[in-house]
């Protein structure tokens, strides 16, 4: 069965730095688009980036620049490196493939502080 976990959350001052893994089982990573969404407290989860099987990148305006998605297929993984934090970019980080199904990973909490 497919699934997704993520991890590198944590506590960073605004301008530090952080990379999200997202851990897919192998049926997954080899025939979805995947994707990391963000869900801050009060608002509604909005996708941050997504990468193709062919490793086509998509990222929201908003962090453009500053984060930069990427995906090892040698060892089913996709990364979202992120620098130049905000507070503004605080929320739950989950990673998502759509495709035949749709699989969500549990989350990891990303905290900056001003």
């Known amino acids: 069965q497919g699934q997704l976990v993520e991890s590198g959350g944590g506590l960073v001052q605004a301008g530090g730095s952080l990379r999200l893994s997202c851990a897919a089982s192998?049926?997954?990573?080899?025939?979805?688009?995947i994707a990391w969404h963000r869900q801050a407290p009060g608002k509604q989860r909005e996708l941050v980036a997504l990468?193709?099987?062919?490793?086509?990148?998509y990222y929201t305006d908003s962090v453009k620049g500053r984060f930069t998605i990427s995906r090892d297929n040698t060892k089913n993984t996709v990364f979202l490196g992120m620098n130049s934090l905000k507070p503004e970019d605080t929320a739950g980080y989950y990673c998502?493939?759509?495709?035949?199904?749709?699989?969500w990973g549990r989350g990891t909490q990303v905290t900056v502080s001003s």
């Open positions: 998502n493939a759509e495709g035949e199904y749709m699989y």
């Open positions: 192998a049926e997954i990573a080899s025939a979805y688009d």
């Open positions: 990468i193709t099987t062919r490793s086509s990148t």
